[in-house]
């Protein structure tokens, strides 16, 4: 991904270039900040509302203020013109601010997509099971991602390309940037929101389209070896959107009809009918 255009709440548009970030603000100090990243569509950011309520929801959890969520918006519609490429990647950050200070920062960045990504959706992930103890901030999407970032690093040094988190107990929770899903026949599974994992905005879509494509839809609590049996998995996330599996730990996975349906669903969600 490239950086095209940053947005400074408070300052304005800054060049990619330029440092926006005291030394001392705790975000980078301790990671006390909250993050949203969200798929742009033609320049309309995809539920920028659900994001913003996110924000303030992992804000309020991570204790800092509430977020300027009129200015993220404005700053947002600012950042993707400024950025100039109809599909991209939106980043919110709301950090605590300098040491001391009481004031926050808010930047937007605007991005270009990774590439390669509907390759990747033609072959299929490759996923690694990582043991994961979620920590008390589980659900909060906080700047501290560094476990995550070790998890996505450990399933590549295994020669994957995603993990797949998996709690002390067995019970599978998601991936460190995606929700998970499962299939058996038309019914489609997904770990519930009373297990420690974040509140997907694309699981929430997908949880919309699963009806009209034919599928029920199960929300609980799921050992491994039901998503080892599965006739199809997939993960869901804003930039990847729906992402099917083609391997868990070397057992293949056949990609199916779910994923491909409601990859189609989202687009059309998204405005896109006919492309995904
Ligand atoms: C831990 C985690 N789970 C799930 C998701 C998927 O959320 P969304 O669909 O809102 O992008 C993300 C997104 O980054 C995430 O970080």
Redesign the pocket.
């Known amino acids: 991904m490239t950086l095209l255009a940053v947005h400074r709440l408070g300052v304005g548009g800054v060049s990619p270039d330029a440092p926006v970030l005291h030394a001392d603000d705790e975000g980078f100090l301790r990671g006390r900040a909250v993050f949203?990243?969200?798929?742009v569509y033609g320049g309309s950011p995809f539920r920028l509302d659900?994001?913003l309520a996110?924000l303030g929801a992992s804000a309020a959890r991570v204790g800092l203020p509430e977020p300027d969520v009129a200015g993220f918006a404005a700053a947002a519609t600012e950042a993707i013109e400024a950025g100039g490429q109809a599909d991209a990647t939106l980043r919110l950050l709301w950090t605590s601010g300098r040491e001391g200070s009481g004031a926050p920062t808010g930047l937007v960045l605007v991005s270009s997509l990774p590439v390669g990504l509907d390759d990747l959706r033609a072959r299929g992930l490759r996923l690694a099971t990582v043991q994961w103890f979620p920590g008390t901030l589980a659900g909060a999407?906080s700047t501290s991602?560094a476990e995550?970032m070790a998890a996505v690093d450990e399933a590549m040094r295994r020669g994957c390309d995603d993990a797949l988190l998996v709690g002390p107990d067995g019970t599978v929770l998601?991936?460190?940037?995606?929700?998970v899903w499962f299939r058996e026949d038309d019914r489609l599974l997904t770990p519930s929101l009373a297990l420690p994992?974040?509140?997907?905005?694309?699981?929430?879509?997908v949880l919309e389209l699963a009806p009209e494509a034919g599928y029920e839809v199960e929300e609980g609590t799921f050992e491994l070896e039901r998503v080892l049996d599965a006739d199809e998995v997939f993960l869901?996330?804003?930039?990847r959107e729906v992402m099917p599996a083609a391997s868990i730990d070397g057992q293949p996975v056949e990609l199916g009809p779910a994923a491909e349906a409601l990859q189609r669903g989202l687009r059309g969600l998204a405005g896109y009918p006919g492309q995904g």
């Open positions: 949203e990243t969200i798929r659900a994001h996110r999407k991602y995550n998601e991936a460190p940037t995606s929700n994992l974040l509140a997907g905005v694309t699981r929430a879509a869901t996330s804003s930039v």
